[in-house]
């Protein structure tokens, strides 16, 4: 059972990129899927999240410039940040599972390795 967190890289303020959450063991459809963040000297914080009937939540910070979504298909959860600023700096993982409040890193049984986004101003 693994995930694999990729897509991240360095861009520009304003800048966009696609992160993507895939497993390996396991269907990631089932699960909620939650995207977190950890920038330099600080803690964890939670981006965003998706369950598996559809419904997401975002970040007060990143509303509005990051969509959380799933690709069937591919079985996998992309994280798309638009408008990207040097404040989003962070290692990003993708953790799964059960969660009852899912914008808490404790509630989730399986987490990927991060990836890095650098945002230079």
């Known amino acids: 059972v693994q995930l694999q967190a990729c897509g991240g890289g360095s861009v520009q303020s304003g800048g966009s990129l696609r992160l993507s959450c895939a497993a390996s063991g396991f269907t990631l459809a089932h699960y909620a899927i939650g995207w977190f963040r950890q920038a330099p000297g600080k803690g964890r914080e939670g981006v965003s999240w998706?369950?598996?009937?559809?419904?997401?939540w975002y970040a007060n910070s990143v509303k509005g410039r990051f969509t959380i979504s799933r690709d069937s298909a591919e079985d996998t959860v992309n994280l798309r940040m638009d408008s990207l600023k040097p404040e989003d700096t962070a290692v990003y993982s993708c953790?799964?599972?059960?969660?009852?409040?899912?914008?808490?890193?404790?509630?989730?049984?399986?987490w990927g390795q991060g990836t890095l986004v650098t945002v230079s101003a």
């Open positions: 998706i369950k598996p009937d559809g419904t997401t």
């Open positions: 953790a799964a599972g059960f969660p009852t409040i899912p914008a808490l890193p404790g509630e989730y049984d399986y």
